[in-house]
Antibody, heavy 125, light 111 residues
Framework: QVQLQESGPGLVKPSETLSLTCTVS????????WSWIRRPPGRGLEWIGY???????NYNPSLRSRVTMSVDTSKNQFSLKLTSVTAADTAAYYC???????????????????WGQGAPVTVSS | DVVMTQSPLSLPVTPGEPASISCRSS???????????LDWYLQKPGQSPQLLIY???NRASGVPDRFSGSGSGTDFTLTISRVEAEDAGVYYC????????FGQGTKVEIK
């Protein structure tokens, strides 16, 4: 059974870089898309982006200039870096697997079927 | 950017009664495959989100059949035929046609 676990600092100073890692256990990291999503306190979910090993990442346009995602197959992990953080980046950060749930007319459709527990990150000095 | 608008934002429901949540997109979610690119997720209190519905009307594995999705074009609906206490939480629609965008969320509270 595949499980995901986020890890990283719970407190980041303004203007610094937020770094989180998601460890995938119980299954391979290759051949899947992997997502990051966040939920600021009192607000709804925000999609950050996704990546696949040896593929081009796809980022939320509103965050694209500050986001970098990567995959480390040797550790079965994928990572998120968000630069120049402010208090608005305070949120619970989730990693999730984008799995192919349907193939229709030659198109593969992917949805987020497995999620990590979430990692709270506070941006404060 | 595709903007997703849900209503209502808060929905008190009585166990055993039906409930519906509306989700409207700023542009059609019809893909060239003929399917609508929309998912529904539920985040229960203290838990991570879980997939309920994909491609607007397909239940994900393990999702009870009291949940159903419908709609076309820019208007979509999630319906719970008979609400149970365990259905409390925040429901989100998410479009997947152009990158991904969530709706604001609808908080379902059990009376």
């Amino acid at each position: 059974q595949v499980q995901l676990q986020e890890s990283g600092p719970g407190l980041v100073k303004p203007s610094e870089t937020l770094s989180l890692t998601c460890t995938v256990s119980g299954g391979p990291i290759t051949n899947y898309y992997w997502s990051w999503i966040r939920r600021p306190p009192g607000r709804g979910l925000e999609w950050i982006g996704y990546i696949i090993y040896r593929g081009r990442p796809n980022y939320n346009p509103s965050l694209r200039s500050r986001v970098t995602m990567s995959v480390d197959t040797s550790k079965n992990q994928f990572s998120l870096k968000l630069t120049s953080v402010t208090a608005a980046d305070t949120a619970a950060y989730y990693c999730a697997r984008l799995n192919r749930v349907a193939t229709i007319s030659g198109f593969d459709y992917h949805s987020m079927d497995i999620w990590g527990q979430g990692a709270p990150v506070t941006v404060s000095s | 950017d595709v903007v997703m608008t849900q209503s209502p934002l808060s929905l008190p429901v009585t166990p055993g009664e039906p409930a519906s949540i509306s989700c409207r997109s700023s542009q059609s979610l019809l893909h060239s495959s003929g399917y609508y690119y929309l998912d529904w997720y539920l985040q229960k209190p203290g838990q991570s989100p879980q997939l309920l519905i994909y491609l607007a009307s397909n239940r994900a594995s393990g999702v009870p059949d009291r949940f159903s999705g419908s709609g076309s074009g820019t208007d979509f609906t999630l319906t719970i035929s008979r609400v149970e206490a365990e259905d409390a939480g925040v429901y989100y629609c998410m479009q997947t046609l152009q990158t991904r965008t969530f709706g604001q969320g609808t908080k379902v509270e059990i009376k």
